[in-house]
């Protein structure tokens, strides 16, 4: 969302996340269909409570940190927890190419 022009806080942060407030509202909506690929289903986060879902995430972490970026399996509360600190965005980019048809709503 922030390579889009909005600033919204990292998720999993103190702050619950509020998306864009007080900014432009067409820049907003420009930036979450750009982003939207990202949320399961269009838009809806997962239920990582699910144990079919939870398992499908549990994969894609594996498979991330196969390609090189350290992402924590999905914890038993269905919580994600985002690698902190510097992260090499050409890491995640070509990780995320070779992960991304392992998460539900890929492609779609």
């Known amino acids: ?5 909005v600033d ?3 998720p ?9 407030k007080g900014g ?4 907003l909506e420009v930036a979450l269909d750009k982003c939207r690929q990202w ?9 990582l409570k699910d144990p079919k879902v939870r398992d499908q995430y549990v994969k894609f972490a594996q498979c991330m940190r196969e390609n ?6 999905p914890g038993p509360d269905g919580q994600i927890k985002l690698p902190t600190g ?10 995320r190419e070779a992960c991304g048809e392992l998460l539900p709503g890929a492609g779609k």
Do not use: Y
């Not at 969302?1 to 022009?5: A, L, Q, S, T, V």
């Not at 999993?12 to 864009?20: D, K, S, V």
């Not at 949320?39 to 239920?47: H, I, R, S, V």
């Open 1 to 5: 969302m922030r390579e889009n022009g």
């Open 68 to 73: 090189g970026v350290d992402l924590p399996d």
């Open 12 to 20: 999993g942060g103190e702050e619950p996340m509020r998306l864009g």
């Open 39 to 47: 949320l399961q289903a269009g838009g809806k986060m997962p239920d």
């Open 86 to 95: 510097k992260v090499d965005r050409s890491k995640i980019d070509k990780a």
């Open 8 to 10: 919204v806080p990292d």
């Open 24 to 27: 432009d509202r067409k820049k």
